[in-house]
Nanobody, 122 residues
Framework: QVQLVESGGGLVQAGGSLRLSCAASGRTFSSRAMGWFRQAPGKERDFVAAITWSGGSTSYADSVKGRFTISRDNAKNTVYLQMNSLKPEDTAVYYC???????????????WGQGTQVTVSS
């Protein structure tokens, strides 16, 4: 069993930055891929970024490429999402998730956090 707790969300102006954190419990964190997804009101949950267990490979949605950076610290059982140059369309609840493969599909992630709200004002 893995438990995930996100933090770092909030209200920021367009062009600003936020860093989300996701703390994981469980000894298997370092062997699992991690992903970030987001869901805006009335929309489906979308892939944002993913990172392999080693941190050696990352992937991003086209909409955030060049602005967001996913990273992890296995010693701290934590994954991060650094978000720069934020836009109003980035407003959503952000979820971290863990699975065996760093894919873009939410179905491949078995465990999810409760989400953290990110609101970007124009």
């Amino acid at each position: 069993q893995v438990q995930l707790v996100e933090s770092g969300g909030g209200l920021v102006q367009a062009g600003g930055s936020l860093r989300l954190s996701c703390a994981a419990s469980g000894r298997t964190f370092s062997s699992r891929a991690m992903g970030w997804f987001r869901q805006a009101p009335g929309k489906e949950r979308d892939f944002v970024a993913a990172i392999t267990w080693s941190g050696g490979s990352t992937s991003y949605a086209d909409s955030v490429k060049g602005r967001f950076t996913i990273s992890r610290d296995n010693a701290k059982n934590t994954v991060y999402l650094q978000m720069n140059s934020l836009k109003p369309e980035d407003t959503a609840v952000y979820y971290c998730a863990t699975g065996y493969l760093a894919t873009t599909r939410s179905a491949d992630y078995a465990y999810w956090g409760q989400g953290t709200q990110v609101t970007v004002s124009s």
